[in-house]
């Protein structure tokens, strides 16, 4: 292929050496044409970098000054890139033959397209779909984000049943290919986040625009997970509950929000009850610092609020684009309707 769009993959790292050594030499495999790997090093401790610089040459590294966690480290290593195209790829992913050519013909072929994920399955058993984007995010009327493949810890046996380009919500952060333009345009990832939903804030801010984000099966991955804060981690817990929270202030309608965040923290309750009766103290502690720092951050929240609407406005080509918003409660349907596949739902 000669003229084709540069595609610059970024690979955030943090004391990955292993996954580095693991993973690396399939990415530098990749046959597309016009494209360069880069390492992006949280300030890691555990001779990543070095290893880089000695075992994979080509491959530039970025390092920055400290861990500024997903978000942030995203956001200062891809000011110092130019590219047509960021790829966003966890260091805990292992590609496939071909993987970068489906999604940028998709793009290319579609100027309206602002995001896509590849196919995301479970490393470990490669025929499950991964928890962390399966073949594509959505959301529920409530805020709760699942996958086509997963729901919840319900994880589904890829049968091709996902095996088509489908418009979705969001596109999982492990794997998400992006226009940088946009990526600037839209004001990248929000750094307060650190981790965990960022991705989710950052399409929703792009479909209010009127953009598409899309999954594209033909490109498929394998993820490990849990490389950075396994499941049970109570860090992840805090993390989860309240940059949900925070998405839905930044991007819901106020009328809409008068009764969602009372609503949601009723839930919040519910869950810690459920970590009571799990012994999860440490757990019921970080839901209830998630509400604290929520309500201390208000005031800023709502700054970046009317920034991001500033933004949108600037680069709208479309009126807002709800597809992937499953107008129910994935909540109600899971757990009390027992409707743990994707295809039930509907």
């Not at 595609?7 to 044409?33: C, E, H, M, R």
């Not at 919500?169 to 650190?194: C, N, P, T």
Request: with cysteine; net charge positive.
């Amino acid at each position: 292929m000669t003229g084709t769009p540069n595609v610059a993959v970024v690979i955030l790292n943090y004391n990955g050496q292993k996954f580095l050594a693991d993973f690396l030499p399939a990415v530098l495999k990749t046959t597309y044409s016009n494209f360069d790997i880069y390492l992006a090093d949280n300030s890691s401790n555990d001779n990543s970098v070095d290893f880089v610089k000695e075992t994979f040459p080509t491959v530039k590294i970025i390092q920055l000054d400290q861990n500024h966690g997903f978000a942030n480290g995203y956001n200062f290593a891809l000011e110092k890139i130019k590219s047509d195209y960021f790829v966003l790829l966890n260091s805990d992913v292992e590609v496939t033959p071909g993987w970068i050519e489906p999604i940028i013909q998709l793009m290319e072929n579609d100027k309206s397209v602002a995001a896509v994920q590849p196919k995301i399955m479970m490393h470990s058993n490669k025929g499950l779909f991964e928890h962390a984007g399966g073949a594509g995010g959505w959301m529920d009327r409530l805020g709760y984000p699942f996958c086509r493949g997963r729901i919840f810890y319900k994880l589904e046996e890829d049968k091709g049943q996902y095996d088509d380009n489908a418009e979705i919500f969001w596109a999982s952060g492990a794997s998400m290919f992006v226009r940088a333009d946009l990526f600037e345009k839209i004001g990248g990832l929000d750094g307060d986040y650190f981790a965990h939903m960022e991705e989710i804030d950052m399409c929703w801010r792009l479909k209010r625009a009127g953009y598409k984000v899309m999954v594209c099966p033909k490109s498929t991955v394998y993820h490990v997970g849990g490389g950075t804060l396994p499941p049970s981690n109570p860090r992840k817990t805090y993390l989860n509950f309240r940059n949900s929270l925070i998405t839905l202030m930044k991007n819901e309608p106020i009328s809409k929000l008068l009764w969602l965040i009372p609503f949601r923290l009723i839930l919040d309750g519910i869950a810690g009850i459920r970590f009571l009766k799990e012994g999860k103290f440490k757990d019921i502690w970080a839901i209830l610092k998630a509400h604290w720092v929520f309500y201390f951050t208000l005031p800023a929240t709502l700054r970046k609020r009317k920034a991001s609407n500033q933004r949108i406005k600037t680069i709208r080509i479309a009126p807002n684009n709800i597809t992937g918003i499953y107008q129910k409660s994935i909540v109600v349907q899971f757990f009390l309707r027992k409707k743990h596949y994707f295809k039930e739902l509907f």
